[in-house]
């Protein structure tokens, strides 16, 4: 079994560089990898947490991860943006922006 993740990352690694060719030479437009990134970005994250939960013993730490990580990204955005380093009128800003008042929605009210 040891042999698994080695295995695994070889082979992550060679999709990363065959994907990275095909780039360079014009094979894929860089707009199409949008979805590429975000299947991987959340495999990383999932991979993170289940590992640090099979670790922690802790059921609930998956969920305390996905909402500090989240969190986390809300925060970084919104820095960016009061920096002036976002444009506010750029095309994913109304749907960020529809995002992320159906999420303080979805979390209701805050405490105390």
């Not at 698994?4 to 060679?14: N, T, V």
């Not at 095909?22 to 590429?36: I, K």
């Not at 989240?70 to 820095?79: M, T």
Request: glycine share 6%.
């Amino acid at each position: 079994m040891s042999g698994i993740p080695d295995a695994s990352a070889r082979a992550i690694r060679l999709l990363c560089e065959d994907v990275k060719a095909a780039l360079a030479r014009g094979e894929l437009p860089a707009d199409s990898m949008a979805d590429l990134k975000k299947v991987l970005d959340e495999t990383r994250m999932r991979l993170w947490a289940a590992m640090e939960a099979a670790q922690s013993g802790d059921p609930t730490w998956v969920q305390e991860f996905w909402m500090h990580r989240a969190a986390e990204v809300c925060l970084s955005l919104v820095q960016h943006l009061e920096r002036g380093d976002l444009d506010r009128q750029a095309p994913h800003a109304r749907e960020l922006r529809a995002i992320a008042e159906r999420l303080a929605a979805s979390l209701g009210p805050g405490r105390g």
